[in-house]
Each structure stands twice: as structure tokens, then as C-alpha cells.
């Protein structure tokens, strides 16, 4: 009710406002400071089910804000408090939730809550990297508990779910899976993902080796069965899925978790568990959701949001594989995988997912500047840009704004992996020639196929879409580049200005428009010579 919602939002601003006011003070009495713990949840043991409100969750926020902005006052007593609640969270039984009837108030409330208490909890681990160890590894065993309970739980619900079981044990098993477990997990892979720099090598190590992420890329059998409760009556019966899919939904965070505490690990260390065979498995992992992608594609409405889902474990293992490679042979291979994903004709998909291709673009990017060849991934880049994929085609054939918005950030994403790839090969350079021809090269590049796929058209022709990202392209490299070598930016505006009104057409706006970008971004540098055009 209205009343409720207040309260809640009273006592939320008050809880804060306290926290601010201790933290404020050079040495809080801890007699006053207890008053903002004893607002949390009471302690019970890790195998007594907790109960939670979210006043209590408003209360953990602003304790760990209060460690925060304190500096670590009265960490000692206030850091094994949070780790005894860390151990309880498996069990907690929410106390003041309305269930709407469908099961996702309580998912969103618990997935709301593991988000935003392990990012608070990270926050303390950031800020005192001593006192918050503990919480470190109180989040680790979380992690550890939450995925064994998923992995023994979930098969013998979804017999229970093929079956239409009755028996309450398994429907009140059910339930506390999908609207606590399953939620609190994937609140806290994201948490974790999000603040990935704060774990070391050995935490990575423990991620990987774990059942649950050895289990990828197909936890479970039959996952796409789904889960969904409705209470109606005091009568429990299966109805669908609080998330779009089980496996989707929980693998793409778990995928990206992977991946980005990946990014944090040394090389070297990675070559020193070269048994684990890291990229062996975001091998599996990626062929299993491909090969999903493709069998069942057809079948789906691009509206779906299982569709949506799926296509972002698709980009999540995309990104692992990226990150997984450490040699010249897996780049290539990598490389060859995410080259062909940007060509693949749209039927056989059926959907276009920008997200997915903007992994495949940063990929190239990431590859090319580790250990791919230079040239042949610029070139992949290049050609997206003058020759330009089935989704990019299809993208601009279409009337929504979402989808135009999308064309857009997938363009910049493209212009962003060029300038990266482009400014490796001029640090690479040693002379001043050498730097100058490579960089009239690659613009002079982006250029020709544009012009001669342009030859002989009428002044009142539309443009491609080939044509504006060329134009666009040569603008956003001489802004980008023009710190790391001037040159950029001359050879940049003399290429341009060689195709204004060469004929007159519909392209010559577009030129004027990124001239004049150019001049704004870089003036000190351009603004004389655009001046003159």
C-alpha cells in the first residue's frame, strides 16, 4: 500500500542519513554506532533460515556505507558481524514482500538485494583491502554454497516440474530455489563480475575450478524446462519461469564472471595451470550456445525475451573466449570464429542482437593488440566498415528508433576497435615515415572502396550505408588519433575535402557536418585549416 511504501522509504532515508552522520564524526562511541547494527538482521546459525525485511537491507547498505565513509571505524567488531550474515543468506525467508501471483516480486527483490549488498560489501573490501579480506572470502564460500545447492536442487525440480508433482516438499523446495537461491546467485556473479579487479589470481582459480562453472556450458539436463509459481488459494502450481530461461539467465552471469576476473590474471600465471586448459573450456562453452542459437533461432520471436537472453550468454561467451586466448594459434583461430559471426547471413540467426556483435567487434580489437596480426584484423574492421555485414544492412533497413540507436552503437563501437587497432601499428612504427604511410594507408583505405562504389551516381542518390560510415570513420580516427601522431589529422581533412562536391551529392552534408566535428573536437589543431575549406 501507499502507507508501506512510505514508511519503507522514510526509515530507508533515515537509516542513511544516520549512517553519514556517525561516519562524520573523527571517533563515533560504538554505543551509538550499535544502534545503526542492531537495525540489521538478527543473527541466527548458517543453518537456521534467516528472516529479512528490507528495512534490514536498507540497514546493511548503510552499515557498510558507514565503514566506508568512517575510513574503518570499528571495523574489528562490525566486519564478523556482516560475515555472519553473508553465512545465513543461502536460508533467508523474506518477511515483507507482496507476492503478485507470478514469483517475480521475490525474484527481483532477492536478485535487487544480492546486487546491491555484495557491491556494498565490495565497496568495503575496496576501501579497506585488510579488515574487508575477511568478506572476500566469506563471498567465496557464499558463491561455493549457493552454486552446490543449485546444482544438487535444480535437476530433481525440473523431474518434479516434467511430472506436475504435488508433493509440497518439492514445491516448497521449488520455491525457495527460484525466488531465493537462483536470484541471490545471479545478484552476486554480477556484484562479483563488476568489481573483478578486486580479486586476485587465486580467487580466479577457485571461480574456475568450481562445480558449478565446470558444469558449463549445460548444467543441467532438460534446462529448458522452466520454472514459474503462482499461489492462488494456498494452492502452489507450476506456471512458467520467474526468469526467461534457467540456464541462459544463469550461465551468461556466470560466463561473464568468468571473463572478467579472467582479464585480471597474468599470463604467466595462466601458463602455469596450463591443465586447467582455460580456453579449452570457453571453446565448449561457445560452440554449445552457438550451436543452440542456430537449431532453435527460427523457432523463436525476436520479441522473445528468452530470445534476448540467450543471445546475451551468446555475447557473454563471445567475450570469455576473447579473454581465454593466450597464443598466437588460438588468436587466429578466434579470430576466424568472430569473423565469420559478423558475415553470417541474418536467416540464420533471425535476430540481431546488437550486443552480440559489439563483443565480436571488441574482440577484434582486444585479439589484434595482444596477438592477432595487425593488418588482418584491421582489415576484418575495415571491411565491416566499407563492405558492411548482413547486420548492419539490416539494422539500417529498419523504422524503430531502438534499432537505428543500436546501428549507431555498433558503428561506434567499430570506429573505437579501428582507432585502438591503428594506434598499436603507429607505436609499433620506427620512424616517422613509416608512421606517416601507414596512417595514409588506412584512411586512403577506408576512402577508395567508398568512391568507387559511388562512381557514377546521380547528385539526388541516397548514400549507403558503406558511404557514411567511410566519411564517419576518417572523422573519428583524426580526432582519436591526432595526439598520437598530427598526421592523422592532415591526412584526415585532405581526404575528405578531395570528395566534397567530387560530384556534388547528398554524401557533401555529411562531410561538412564531420569537418566541422573535427573542428570542435580537435581546434586547436584543425580549426585553421577547416576554416579555409
Known amino acids: 500500500c501507499c502507507c508501506c511504501c512510505c514508511a519503507m522509504a522514510f526509515f530507508r532515508e533515515a537509516v542513511t542519513q544516520l549512517?553519514?552522520?556517525?561516519?562524520?564524526?573523527?571517533?563515533?562511541?560504538?554505543?551509538?554506532?550499535?544502534?545503526?547494527?542492531?537495525?540489521?538482521p538478527s543473527l541466527l546459525s548458517a543453518d537456521e533460515s534467516s528472516r529479512l525485511s528490507s528495512q534490514h537491507c536498507d540497514a546493511l547498505l548503510a552499515i557498510c556505507s558507514f565503514l566506508v565513509k568512517s575510513k574503518g571505524q570499528h571495523a574489528n567488531l562490525?566486519?564478523?558481524?556482516?560475515?555472519?550474515?553473508?553465512?545465513?543468506?543461502?536460508?533467508?525467508?523474506?518477511?515483507?514482500y507482496v507476492h503478485p501471483g507470478d514469483g517475480t516480486c521475490a525474484v527481483a527483490q532477492n536478485e535487487h538485494f544480492g546486487l546491491g549488498f555484495c557491491e556494498a560489501l565490495l565497496s568495503v573490501v575496496k576501501a579497506l583491502p585488510n579488515a574487508g579480506r575477511p568478506l572476500v572470502d566469506a563471498l567465496l564460500m557464499l558463491f561455493d554454497r549457493l552454486s552446490e545447492r543449485l546444482l544438487e536442487r535444480v535437476p530433481q525440480l525440473i523431474l518434479g516440474i516434467q511430472s506436475m508433482s504435488t508433493d509440497p516438499i518439492i514445491l516448497s523446495d521449488a520455491i525457495v530455489m527460484c525466488e531465493v537461491s537462483l536470484p541471490l546467485f545471479v545478484g552476486l556473479c554480477r556484484a562479483m563480475a563488476a568489481s573483478a579487479g578486486l580479486w586476485g589470481d587465486e580467487h580466479f582459480f577457485h571461480i574456475f575450478q568450481s562445480k558449478i562453472v565446470q558444469a558449463l556450458p549445460h548444467p543441467w539436463p532438460s534446462s529448458g524446462v522452466l520454472l514459474k509459481f503462482v499461489k492462488k488459494e494456498d494452492q502452489i502450481r507450476m506456471h512458467g519461469v520467474p526468469y526467461a530461461s534457467l540456464e541462459s539467465v544463469l550461465c551468461q552471469h556466470l560466463v561473464t564472471l568468468v571473463a572478467k576476473t579472467l582479464e585480471y590474471v597474468p599470463a604467466s600465471k595462466l601458463a602455469a595451470h596450463a591443465d586447467l586448459n582455460v580456453y579449452a573450456h570457453a571453446t565448449k562453452v561457445?560452440?554449445?550456445?552457438?550451436?543452440?542459437?542456430?537449431?532453435?533461432?527460427?523457432?523463436?520471436?525476436?520479441?522473445?525475451?528468452?530470445?534476448?537472453?540467450?543471445?546475451?550468454?551468446?555475447?557473454?561467451?563471445?567475450?570469455?573466449?576473447?579473454?581465454?586466448?593466450?597464443?598466437?594459434?588460438?588468436?587466429t583461430l578466434t579470430l576466424k570464429i568472430i569473423s565469420y559471426l559478423l558475415q553470417v547471413e541474418i536467416s540464420e540467426i533471425n535476430i540481431v542482437y546488437p550486443p552480440l556483435y559489439q563483443a565480436c567487434i571488441r574482440g577484434i580489437g582486444s585479439l589484434g593488440c595482444k596477438w592477432a596480426d595487425l593488418d588482418m584484423s584491421l582489415r576484418t574492421l575495415r571491411e565491416l566498415v566499407v563492405k558492411p555485414s548482413p547486420v548492419l544492412e539490416h539494422l539500417i533497413e529498419q523504422e524503430d528508433p531502438n534499432k537505428l540507436a543500436s546501428l549507431q552503437s555498433l558503428r561506434q563501437c567499430c570506429f573505437e576497435s579501428i582507432a585502438q587497432l591503428l594506434n598499436k601499428s603507429i607505436e609499433c612504427q620506427d620512424s616517422k615515415e613509416g608512421r606517416e604511410a601507414l596512417i595514409q594507408r588506412e584512411l586512403t583505405s577506408l576512402c577508395a572502396p567508398r568512391m568507387s562504389s559511388y562512381e557514377g551516381s546521380g547528385a539526388t542518390d541516397n548514400p549507403g550505408i558503406n558511404l557514411k560510415n567511410s566519411v564517419c570513420a576518417i572523422a573519428y580516427l583524426a580526432v582519436a588519433l591526432h595526439k598520437k601522431d598530427v598526421h592523422t589529422?592532415?591526412?584526415?581533412?585532405?581526404?575528405?575535402?578531395?570528395?566534397?562536391?567530387?560530384?556534388?551529392?547528398l554524401l557533401d552534408s555529411l562531410i561538412i557536418e564531420q569537418l566541422a566535428y573535427i573542428g570542435v573536437e580537435a581546434p586547436s589543431v584543425a580549426s585553421e585549416q577547416i576554416t579555409q575549406l
Not at 549512517?19 to 540489521?40: M, N
Not at 562490525?78 to 515483507?96: F, G, K, M, Q, S
Request: glycine share 4%; net charge negative.
Open 78 to 96: 562490525i566486519v564478523p558481524y556482516l560475515v555472519r550474515v553473508i553465512a545465513t543468506l543461502p536460508t533467508v525467508v523474506w518477511i515483507d
Open 286 to 331: 561457445y560452440e554449445r550456445i552457438a550451436a543452440k542459437i542456430r537449431q532453435q533461432g527460427d523457432r523463436d520471436s525476436v520479441d522473445d525475451e528468452a530470445v534476448a537472453t540467450r543471445f546475451g550468454y551468446y555475447a557473454a561467451a563471445i567475450e570469455y573466449l576473447v579473454t581465454a586466448t593466450s597464443n598466437q594459434e588460438q588468436a
Open 489 to 505: 589529422m592532415n591526412v584526415a581533412i585532405t581526404v575528405l575535402n578531395q570528395q566534397l562536391f567530387s560530384p556534388p551529392s
Open 19 to 40: 549512517a553519514v552522520t556517525l561516519s562524520g564524526l573523527p571517533h563515533a562511541p560504538w554505543e551509538q554506532v550499535e544502534r545503526l547494527v542492531q537495525l540489521g
